[in-house]
Every structure is written in structure tokens, then in C-alpha cells.
Nanobody, 122 residues
């Protein structure tokens, strides 16, 4: 039923660009803030970027500010992460996360994607 499907990861050279996509289904997309997290080998999962449910506000980790851009398309129920000027330290598994405006007491209603690998290497 509920699905968050990431795509767009892969191998890229330092200085290159990638655009990640997260296609959402099975829930009301407009009622959720959407985020990208990443987890590198040996490190904890960290927040990369977040966009509010209406798309009116964004925030970014300091390490990616000025290089990454998060956006959402309500018609396609999809959130994107445009990644420019990539560095080797950006190498990680990137995860899409949906956070509801209202948390339910009787069932889980926040959702994680399975992740997509991004490798930045020459």
C-alpha cells in the first residue's frame, strides 16, 4: 500500500551532479513534510534536507547548503534532491522520509524508503 521508492543514485565523479527522486504512493502526499537522510559507512544517519508539506520552506545540513536543493511536485507525488558539486564525503545511502502533520495514536503513519546508493569517486 504505502510506498516510497527512491531512484537516481549511482556512481559519479567529484564535481558532478545527480538528481534523486522519491515517488510516494498510498498516502496523502500534501499532508506530509518530506525529507532526505543519508547514512555513510561507519556513521549515523543524518538529515540532509527537509521541505514542508506545502513546499513553502526548506532547510539543509550545513555540509550541503548551497550545493543541494530539495523540491516537491504535488502533481507527481514526488520529492527530488538535486545534488551539485558532489564530493567524496557525499558518498552514502540516501533515504526518503515522510513525516505527517498529524501523528496517529493507533497506527504508524510515518514512512521510510529503502534507500539508494550514491558513490562519489574518481
Amino acid at each position: 500500500q504505502v510506498q516510497l521508492v527512491e531512484s537516481g543514485g549511482g556512481l559519479v565523479q567529484p564535481g558532478g551532479s545527480l538528481r534523486l527522486s522519491c515517488a510516494a504512493s498510498g498516502f496523502t502526499f500534501s499532508n506530509y513534510a518530506m525529507s532526505w537522510y543519508r547514512q555513510a559507512p561507519g556513521k549515523e544517519r543524518e538529515l540532509v534536507a527537509r521541505i514542508t508539506s506545502a513546499g513553502g520552506s526548506t532547510n539543509y545540513a550545513d555540509s550541503v547548503k548551497g550545493r543541494f536543493t530539495i523540491s516537491r511536485d504535488s502533481a507527481k507525488n514526488t520529492v527530488y534532491l538535486q545534488m551539485n558539486s558532489l564530493k567524496p564525503e557525499d558518498t552514502a545511502v540516501y533515504y526518503c522520509y515522510a513525516e505527517p502533520i498529524v501523528k496517529l495514536a493507533w497506527r504508524r503513519n510515518d514512512y521510510w524508503g529503502q534507500g539508494t546508493q550514491v558513490t562519489v569517486s574518481s
